[in-house]
């Protein structure tokens, strides 16, 4: 770093700690741990990169945070939380929203507090942008800074309500997302690049690997949002998942005063992303895959083209399952709609669906070729728990935590198996494994308190979120040697057990769940023992003959574990063969006829590995295509409040080439 550099990184940071001990008093409180996951959990001297905060050093900037949070109001995890898990505080966040907008200051303005933003750092990262971005060229909008990492469930859960917001005020409002990582793979721009096009963002993206802008501003929590108002003050926050309603009302009470003021400006920001770059391909972001020995089949998720690709096991193209575009529609293959599944189970001839983003569970009769619908609600859940909604303080706990499928609201289904005719659901979202029978009685919970942790213990609470019993962490994949489940639990870096019998444990068979603190933040890759070994954010798991084959996401590798020895080793992604196929973090991988079958995510190819040579290729599946790009939307103009005035119909006419009205 030059001298000039440095200087201007000490200026920076002097302002940062002026902006800290103000900034908290503007995030209204309301995440508990089943809406956000906190960066403070972890501790330094165990940190597996010397780094487990994401904090800036303390000689680099002085320690205030405590101050800046007791104003902010941003919470530890569970906090807010009473003893049943619920969220006091978050009940309350809209409507703090609003009292904060409605407490004019003494300008007429209608935000209580404004404070002055940090110019962004020098030598700031922006991705998914034309160029560097400064804060004077946002003046005349709204910006909502997003604070997040792309492994996170929570994060993914608020890009939908992003859009939204977007869609709604294409001139007015500018969100900017801060990408805070939690990994370390996390860190690199190439990376985040992939998670900006899988996940479709449409905004440009700060890369703060360091955590410079996290601390500064004293953030703590992923996902964490705050507010700039159209002359470039920070007006308000909120730590925690959020809704497109909670900005809504803050905005719909703000814009009117701008306006009447001159300062919104009525165009759109002009900004071009990665997406107009990246080149039509046959499969895009493939999520999942389930190798079916018995059928000779591969049921390939497809999951950023909204459908289900079957071919035979050497790339043979069966049948498509869905029409590529985003929805929720049942019925032949041709018209069924879905909104980026993920895992697939098999029973039969009926194929199980995690239609992830949709929040449901489909049923696909491989003899009719119909898709059905069978659970959820087509909505995100915000409770773990069926039967809690509307149950008062006085009134009895429920003896089992169950509801009808088709009644009851999921909370993005990852994962899937099929044991002794039950569906085993791995439900990201709420950290739990879910169980329903294949007759489709009843849906519910079968293992996890809902608290995001990696601990073993009994089952299921009956109270929710109660202590004391097991907590997963995100989990993703699911597999199964007759006797027990085993789960790729992702943000714990973690390979968890459920036994099929609900009086059992959930224990862990590599991973985290033995340290007493520091669980969520610990990862590496490393080989060895079940003791040495690590592993980076898994998503996949596949059992076959006493091995376990993990997609080691985060490390972009392959690993086995042998389940006598209590060993683990890399099979595939080590490219110590320039000449050799490279994997970018695979997230799905299933086994049969003597090879594993792989979904290479971010490549958008499905690998397959001969497991007697070990040798690794590609499967060229011949004469699928990418699905017809649907019409876009026109972004409508917001002009909340406004009249609509219906204007008759005008005749046209032409005079020498030239159009009048």
Avoid at 39 to 46: G, I, L, Q
Avoid at 326 to 341: L, M, R, V
Avoid at 355 to 370: P, Q
Avoid at 387 to 400: A, Q
Wanted: glycine share 10%.
């Amino acid at each position: 770093m030059t001298e000039g550099s440095l200087i201007r990184q000490m200026s920076w940071f002097s302002q940062a700690c002026c902006v800290m001990a103000v900034l908290a008093g503007l995030l209204s409180s309301g995440c508990n741990a089943a809406e956000t996951e906190t960066a403070n959990a972890a501790a330094e001297e165990n940190s597996p990169s010397g780094e487990a905060t994401p904090r800036i050093a303390n000689s680099e900037v002085p320690d205030v945070r405590e101050e800046t949070r007791n104003s902010l109001g941003s919470p530890d995890r569970d906090q807010n939380a009473d003893s049943s898990g619920n969220d006091q505080a978050g009940e309350q966040a809209g409507k703090q929203a609003g009292e904060q907008v409605s407490s004019r200051s003494g300008d007429g303005n209608p935000f209580a507090h404004r404070l002055d933003p940090l110019p962004f750092p020098p030598d700031t990262e922006w991705l998914n942008a034309p160029g560097p971005i400064k804060l004077a060229d946002l003046r005349g909008r709204f910006v909502l800074f997003d604070f997040w990492t792309y492994c996170c469930i929570n994060c993914m859960h608020v890009l939908p309500e992003l859009k939204k917001l977007e869609e709604q005020y294409p001139n007015e409002l500018v969100v900017v997302g801060v990408h805070s990582a939690k990994f370390d793979t996390e860190k690199n721009r190439e990376n985040i690049e992939e998670a900006i096009l899988r996940y479709e963002i449409a905004h440009p993206v700060i890369n703060d690997a360091g955590h410079v802008i996290w601390n500064a501003y004293g953030v703590r929590s992923w996902p964490t949002i705050l507010l700039m108002d159209p002359e470039g003050k920070v007006v308000w926050g909120k730590a925690g998942e959020f809704t497109f309603d909670d900005v809504h009302q803050v905005l719909s009470l703000g814009l009117p005063h701008y306006r009447a003021h001159g300062l919104v400006a009525n165009t759109p920001f002009p900004w071009e992303g990665l997406a107009a770059k990246f080149e039509s391909q046959p499969l895009k972001f493939p999520g999942k895959i389930l190798a079916d020995a018995g059928g000779q089949r591969l049921f390939i998720s497809d999951s950023n083209h909204n459908r289900i690709v079957v071919t035979d096991l050497n790339g043979q193209l069966l049948d498509v399952i869905g029409s590529g575009a985003i929805g929720q529609s049942d019925g032949g293959y041709a018209e069924a709609t879905f909104n980026h599944p993920q895992g697939v189970a098999l029973h039969d001839e009926t194929l199980y669906i995690a239609d992830t983003e949709n929040h449901l569970i489909r049923k696909v009769s491989l003899t009719d070729k119909a898709v059905t619908t069978i659970a959820g609600l087509g909505e995100q859940s915000r409770l773990s728990w069926p039967g809690l909604e509307g149950l008062g303080p006085s009134d009895p706990l429920p003896e089992r935590w169950v509801g009808s499928p088709p009644q009851t609201a999921l909370n993005s289904p990852w994962a899937l198996w099929v044991h002794d005719n039950a569906l085993y659901i791995a439900m990201a979202g709420p950290h739990q494994i879910w169980r329903m029978p294949l007759d489709e009685s009843e849906i519910g919970p079968f293992a996890g308190n809902g608290r995001e942790d990696i601990v073993d213990g009994p089952m299921l609470p009956k109270e929710p979120y109660e202590l004391g019993y097991a907590s997963f962490a995100q989990p993703s994949g699911l597999a199964s040697d007759g006797q027990q489940l085993f789960v790729a639990d992702s943000e714990g870096s973690s390979i968890r057990t459920v036994p099929f019998d609900s009086g059992g444990e959930v224990g862990t068979l590599l991973g985290t769940s033995r340290e007493p603190f520091n669980r969520l933040f610990l990862f590496g890759d490393q080989d060895g023992s079940f003791a040495e070994a690590k592993l980076q954010h898994p998503l996949g798991v596949s059992y076959h003959d006493g091995m376990l084959y993990v997609a080691d996401t985060y490390n972009s590798k392959i690993k086995a574990i042998d389940l006598q020895q209590r060993t683990v080793t890399t099979l595939a992604g080590t490219e110590e063969d320039p000449q050799s196929v490279s994997l970018d973090e695979p997230a799905g991988i299933s086994y049969a006829a003597g090879k594993l079958f792989i979904a290479d995510t971010n490549n958008h190819a499905i690998r397959v590995i001969e497991l007697a040579s070990g040798k690794m290729a590609t499967l060229a599946i011949a004469g699928l295509t990418a699905p017809e790009p649907a019409p876009q939307k026109k972004r409508k103009p917001s002009f909340p409040g406004a009249k609509q005035v219906k204007v008759p119909a005008q005749m046209v006419k032409t005079s020498e080439g030239k159009l009048k009205v």
